[in-house]
């Protein structure tokens, strides 16, 4: 993980989880003292662990923790009193949120760390796969769309459609999709 905030009140407790982050590979940490500074910061980039020690001055921090968890693939621990743990972990952890309670043990912290590096990975594989998914079925999509516009005004069968795709992308040496674009362009015009 290369970008971490940690949302802690104190600059001491900011500090502390600091250096245990830097020897578990965290490049890149953003401190912030509040759940305000911390939702401007996520504005204007993204973070792979948010580390939120809790409570907050504007916040409990169990707010904060589930609106960064719906968002894209960031990883959160939220840091809680021991005596708010168990209410605080059975709400958050549904969401995608681990949870410790304080005062924490350090291999405890840092097993937790490598638990959400790991999650962070798996996670970031899923979404690319997802990408390459969705740009195939958009490829089948306009595909298909080129083939019914050969159907409709070229009198082909689907299969002789088809064929003349794949023979055109093939002496083109362009893909399918770029040569059912072009027929698409070619017959939105009539």
């Given at each position: 993980?290369?970008?971490?905030m940690?949302?802690?009140?104190?600059?001491?407790?900011?500090?502390?989880?600091?250096?245990?982050?830097?020897?578990?590979?965290?490049?890149q940490?953003?401190?912030?003292?509040?759940c305000?500074?911390?939702?401007?910061?996520?504005?204007?980039?993204?973070?792979?662990?948010v580390?939120?020690?809790?409570?907050?001055?504007?916040?409990?921090?169990?707010s904060f923790?589930?609106?960064?968890?719906?968002?894209?693939?960031?990883?959160?621990?939220?840091?809680v009193?021991?005596?708010?743990?168990?209410?605080?972990?059975?709400?958050?952890?549904?969401?995608?949120?681990?949870?410790i309670?304080?005062?924490?043990?350090?291999?405890?912290?840092?097993?937790?760390?490598s638990?959400?590096?790991?999650?962070?990975?798996?996670?970031?594989?899923m979404?690319?796969?997802n990408?390459?998914?969705?740009?195939?079925?958009?490829?089948?999509r306009?595909?298909?769309?080129?083939?019914?516009?050969?159907?409709?005004?070229?009198?082909?069968?689907?299969?002789?459609?088809?064929?003349?795709?794949e023979?055109q992308?093939?002496?083109?040496?362009?893909?399918k999709?770029?040569?059912?674009?072009?027929?698409?362009r070619?017959?939105?015009?009539?």
């Amino acid at each position: 993980m290369e970008n971490v905030m940690i949302v802690a009140a104190s600059e001491k407790v900011a500090s502390y989880i600091s250096e245990l982050l830097i020897p578990a590979s965290a490049c890149q940490i953003t401190a912030v003292k509040s759940c305000g500074e911390a939702r401007r910061v996520l504005l204007e980039r993204d973070f792979d662990l948010v580390v939120i020690d809790s409570p907050l001055r504007d916040e409990t921090g169990e707010s904060f923790a589930l609106h960064v968890a719906s968002k894209e693939i960031t990883q959160v621990i939220l840091i809680v009193k021991k005596e708010f743990y168990e209410a605080v972990s059975a709400i958050c952890e549904r969401e995608g949120v681990l949870t410790i309670a304080k005062p924490f043990d350090i291999d405890v912290f840092l097993s937790a760390v490598s638990l959400t590096r790991s999650l962070y990975y798996r996670m970031k594989k899923m979404q690319t796969e997802n990408i390459q998914l969705r740009k195939k079925i958009e490829d089948i999509r306009i595909v298909d769309r080129a083939k019914c516009l050969l159907i409709s005004f070229m009198k082909m069968t689907e299969k002789e459609a088809h064929r003349y795709i794949e023979k055109q992308a093939m002496d083109m040496r362009i893909t399918k999709r770029a040569v059912a674009e072009k027929i698409i362009r070619t017959f939105e015009d009539l």
